[in-house]
Nanobody, 123 residues
Framework: VQLQASGGGLVQAGGSLRLSCAAS????????MGWFRQVPGKERETVAA????????YYTDSVKGRFTISRDNAKNTVYLQMSSLKPEDTAVYYCAAARQGGAATMVGNYPYWGQGTLVTVSS
């Protein structure tokens, strides 16, 4: 089972990036999916989550109105569209698949993790 995150990079404040997370080895169409981020010295933070069908989503307060999580179950892929990026969004972003189908918000509900992609937002 592998989750491959991509799309990170360097962007100026106010810019946009789209992260992708492609799963292989098994299908996750019945699992909730999430995006998380972590900076050195801090705990991993839940950024956004989406349920198995895409009908329910969760966003942490700091990204509401700027980030959008979506999924394409036919492609076994989840996305994170990030707009109006701020320097404080700089982090390593991880995707993960939840144990069950809901838009889980707790890191502990995610047993399957990708390797992370670095997002750097310059001021």
């Amino acid at each position: 089972v592998q989750l491959q995150a991509s799309g990170g990079g360097l962007v100026q404040a106010g810019g946009s990036l789209r992260l992708s997370c492609a799963a292989s080895g098994r299908r996750f169409s019945n699992n909730g999916m999430g995006w998380f981020r972590q900076v050195p010295g801090k705990e991993r933070e839940t950024v956004a989550a989406i349920n198995w069908s895409g009908a329910a989503t969760y966003y942490t307060d700091s990204v509401k109105g700027r980030f959008t999580i979506s999924r394409d179950n036919a492609k076994n892929t989840v996305y994170l569209q990030m707009s109006s990026l701020k320097p404080e969004d700089t982090a390593v972003y991880y995707c993960a698949a939840a144990r069950q189908g809901g838009a889980a918000t707790m890191v502990g509900n995610y047993p399957y993790w990708g390797q992370g992609t670095l997002v750097t937002v310059s001021s």
